[in-house]
């Protein structure tokens, strides 16, 4: 606002204008008017524009994603005594992004309920197309997916934070139940991630992509909400990749693993990672969109 009363100030000298004591007055009262809304009111503007901005950027790619409902709809049984929740059939499926062009192809699986399978191959094998496509963000091309009515929690390969608190972050609008949120911070190793933020603890603020949280504290963030959701199936997409081997081996343990809060749950994990294998009961190795090796273990 200085700048812009010594810009008026020397214009009008510079024209020759006679500037008076009321005229002057008057121009400093608007100037003083317009300093609130400028200094306070255009940041708050700007942040919310480019709030607007990323919220549009997502429900732009969702709209680009192009798929038609009835082209990705995952056929179930129409006998509820022949579902059987956490449990997924595939035969002879393919799955494309565009419809034409298969990424997947010819794919066969039986996982059964509270079954824990590991998911592995080389980078761009289709291990998270696999997640999409029993996700139904594919286009389904051939062959059936039985899915048996199961519901799902999603823990992604990159973690997706939004601008609010921890505690938001986590419940994702499901209802606050104490116990389990203080379960699952343990098991993630956040109960003392959240004695570091503050004297709000888990209701501080976390900024857009956690711009305040580092790349592990992300990951177990997305993780915990995976968790907190109480679903039939879990899908995993490497959450252990950008944690240390300490603190990854404690939360494979606690969330993950055999004696985890998940152990009754149908666990889907994929990783590189081939020592968190150990107490699989099945393994897929995807090779280019295709299953390579299937194997069921007996522990």
Not at 9 to 20: I, P, R, V
Not at 176 to 194: G, K, M, W
Not at 281 to 296: E, P, V
Request: charged share 20%; net charge negative.
């Amino acid at each position: 606002m200085p700048l812009v009363g010594f810009s008026t100030y020397a214009g009008a000298w510079f024209t020759g204008d006679q500037l008076k004591v009321v005229d002057i007055l008057i121009a400093l009262g608007f100037f003083s008017q317009m300093r609130d809304p400028i200094v306070y009111g255009l940041p708050l503007a700007i942040e919310k524009l480019s709030e607007l901005r990323l919220a549009w950027q997502r429900i732009d790619r969702l709209i680009q994603l192009m798929i038609k409902e009835g082209e990705r709809t995952l056929y179930t049984s129409d006998n509820n005594h022949d579902q059987r929740k956490g449990a997924i059939t595939m035969r002879n499926s393919s799955f494309s992004w565009n419809g034409h062009d298969d990424c997947l192809s010819s794919l066969n699986i039986d996982i059964e309920p509270g079954k824990f399978v590991g998911i592995t191959g080389v980078v761009g094998s289709g291990k998270s197309s696999l997640f999409a496509a029993i996700l139904g963000e594919m286009i389904q091309t051939q062959g059936e997916v039985n899915i048996n009515d199961s519901s799902f929690s999603y823990a992604a390969q990159s973690p997706w934070i939004f601008s609010d608190t921890l505690r938001a972050n986590i419940l994702f609008e499901k209802p606050y139940d104490e116990q389990r949120y203080t379960s699952v911070l343990h098991a993630c190793c956040l109960d003392f991630d959240v004695t570091t933020l503050g004297l709000r603890g888990d209701l501080t603020i976390i900024g857009e992509n956690g711009v305040n949280l580092s790349g592990g504290q992300k990951m177990r963030v997305s993780l915990a909400r995976a968790l907190y959701a109480d679903a039939d199936i879990y899908l995993l997409d490497d959450p252990l990749a950008a944690l240390d081997r300490i603190v990854g081996k404690r939360i494979y343990d606690q969330c993950i693993g055999p004696n985890s809060l998940l152990k009754n749950k149908t666990r889907l994990l994929i990783t590189h990672q081939t020592h968190l294998l150990n107490d699989i009961h099945q393994m897929i190795i995807l090779t280019h969109g295709r299953i390579g090796s299937q194997d069921h273990c007996t522990y």
